[in-house]
C-alpha cells in the first residue's frame, strides 16, 4: 500500500489504547511504584484546628520510634519559597494551589493542614509516629459556615479565561413584565476528588537536581513552579508521569503532600516517597466548591424566552481556590432577549478550593437546565421543543458566531435513539409495579480553548516513527490518539508509531485540562507531522523515489537514516514565544464561540413507598466535532455521565459549619456510584467536523458530565411530581 494510500486510515478508527497492555498486566509504574536504593517513607500530621496558631509541638515519643530519620515540623524544616501569586501573564503560577508556605511558620488556615511530615525507612514506622506528634494550639476565631457567607459573598473578578458575569439588555425588568416565569433557588454540595490513583509523590535529590515522580496534570508548569519553591533552575528539575490514575483536576494543582516530599528528600538526604491516604487526599486537596443559584427565567405565553437571570455564589479558601465559572453554560443556550449573569464568591479558612471535571458547566447546568425543565412544566410544552424554541443562531450574550454548533441535531438523534415521542407529559404518569417510572432531558455544554504544545517527530528508515511532547496521560488514551493523527499525517500505519510522553525532559506541552490538551497538541503533531512531509518529498526528488513512495522507501532509496522535524522549543526564548502564539490564537478564537455540546436523555424509577432511585436508561448524543478514536471517546463520554449520576444521587462532602472539617473524609462514607447503579449508556455523536479546530475535533472529556444532574432531576419530577433543586437527590427529599 502507498503512502498517499495508507492515509486516512487511523482516524476515526477505534484503535486499542497503546498503553493497555501495561496497565492491565500491572506493568505499568505509577509515582508511588518507583523503587531507589535507601527509599524512605514520609506521612503527613494534620492540623485540628481551622484557623489559628501551632502552641507547642512535642515529637520526642515519635522520633523514639525504631525507623524514624525525621521528624519535620515548622521548627526545623528546610527553607521554601513561598508560593507566587498566580498570574495569566506566567501561566505556570496557576498552578499554585496554595499561598501557605508549608513548615515555614506556625500559622494554621485550615483544620487539615499539614503541620508536621514523619520521614521513617518504612511506612509503619512513620505511619506509628505521626500518630505520635503531639501538637497545641491557640485557636482563632474561623469562618467556615458557607450558608452563613452567602448574603455577603463578593462579586468575582473574571481573566481571559474565566468570564464572570454578563449583561444584555434589562433582565429584571423583562422578568417582571414576564407572561410566564419561573424563579427558584438550587443548590449543590461541595464534591471531593477520588481518582483510582491517590496522590502519591517520589522525591530524589542528587546535589541541586531533582527527580519527581509525580501523578500530575501539568507537567511542565509544575517543574517550574517546584524548581521556584525550592531555588534551583527547572532544567534541573525532572518530572516524570507517564501514568496517572486519573485527575479529574484535582492533579493539576501542586498540593502540599508533593512539595513536602520533596522538602523531606532534601531534609534527610535520601529518597522519600510520600502516599496520601484517601482521608489525607480530602484533608490536603481541594475539591469542588459547594454553590448556592437563583435562576430566573421570563416568557411569552408560546415559550421564547424574554429574560434570564443566573447569579451564583461559590467558596474558596482565604489561602487560594478556584472560582468555578458557574454561569458560563448561561451565556451561550439560550436565545433569551434578555440576560443578566452574576458570580460571587466567599473566602473562608477551609481547604483551597479545586477545578473538578467541568468546573462551573457540571453544577451551573444543573441549575439552568432544571430551570428550563420547570418553565416547560408552566407552559404546557414538550421540554425538548421549548429549547429548540430558543436554540440561538448566534452567540445570544455577545452576538458572535458559533464556529460549530449542531444541538439540534444531537436533539433529533437522541429523541429517535430514546423514543422519546412515546413519553406521557404527566408527572406519575408511568408505573411499572411499585415504581413511578420518568423521564427527563437536558442539554449539555462545555467550551473550548486551544494552547500551544511543542513536539518533535522522527521518521526513521526502518519505518519506525516517533512522536516526542511532555503531554499528560491519565486514563483518556492521549498517546494512543496522536500516533492516529501522526500516523495518518505521515501516510504510515498506525502501528509503526510511538509515542513518548509524560516526562519533563521532552518538548513541553500544556496543562491536561479543560478538554484542551488533544487538540493543542493535535495541532502542534500536524504541523510537526507536515515538516517532515516537507523534508521527505525533498528527499525523494533529490533521490529519483517513485510517486507514491512511503517514508521508508524515500528514505532507503536517499540513504538517509531519519528525518526530524520541530515545532516550539524549551529555550527561554521559545518558552516566551510560545506564550505570545498562544495568546494571538486565544485573541484569534474570541472571534467565535466554540464548544462541545449534547442533549442528554434519562429515564429513573423511583420507589413510591422508600423513595429509592435508579437510573434505568440513558441516551446521550454529542456534538463534539470529529472523533479521532471511537473507543476511548465513548469511555470518556460515558465517565462523565457516570460522574454526573454520582453528584445527581449521592456524592456529597459534609462540612461540619462550626469547625471547616470534613466528617465524611473517605469512600466509605462518601458515596459514589457503582457497577450496580449505573446502566447501560448509549453513547453516540453527530461526527460533524469543527472547521475552527485541528482535524475539526473537540474536547470531549468534560462536556459529558455536564447536564447530567439535572436531565436525572428533571426526570425524577416526571416520575414523582416532585421538583428536587438541591443535590444529591436523596431519599428524605422523595418519601411522603
Sequence with gaps: MTAVEQRGKAVGAPVDRVDGVAKTTGTAQFSAEHAYPGLAYAVVVHSSISRGQIAAIDTAEASAIPGVLKVITHENAPPMKPAPKQSMVNLSTIVSASSVNYLQTNEIHWDGQPVAVVVAQTSDAAKEAAALVDVSYRPA??????????????LVKGNAFIPTGGKKGDAEAALAAAA????ARYTTPPYNHNAIEPHSTTAVWDGDRLTVHDATQGIDWFRTHIAMRFGVPAANVRVIAPYVGGGFGG???????????VLAARAVGRPVRLTLTREGVYRTVGGRTPSVQQVALGSTVDGKLTALVHKSVARVGRTGGQSEPITSQSRHLYAAENMLLEQRAVEQDILPTSSMRAPGESIGSFALESAVDELAVSLGMDPIELRMLNEPERDPLEGKPFAHRMLREAYAEGARRFGWSARSPEPRSTKDGRWLVGTGVASAFHPLMLFSANVTVRVSADGSVLVRCAMQEMGMGSATVQA???????????ESVRVEYGDSALPAAPLAGGSLQTASVAASVLEVCAKARASLESLAKKAGAATGSSPQEVLAKAGVPFVEAAVGSDTRFGKVAGQLKMMRR???DRRYVRAATGAHFCEVRVDQDTGETRVSRWTSVFDVGRVINPKTAGSQLRGGIIMGIGMALAEETLFDPRTGRIMNAGLGEYHVPVHADIPPIDVSWIGDPDPTMPLGLLGVGEVGITGVAAAVANA???ATGKRVRDLPITLDKLVP
Design 716 to 718: 425524577v419530577f416526571h
Design 251 to 261: 492533579k493539576g494543582f501542586v498540593w502540599p503532600g508533593t512539595l513536602l516530599a
Design 180 to 183: 410566564v416565569k419561573v424563579e
Design 484 to 494: 492516529q493523527i501522526a500516523a495518518d499525517a505521515l501516510g504510515v500505519p498506525v
Design 586 to 588: 486565544l485573541l484569534r
Design 141 to 154: 476565631e474561623s469562618f467556615v459556615d458557607f450558608a452563613a457567607g452567602v448574603p455577603s459573598a463578593p
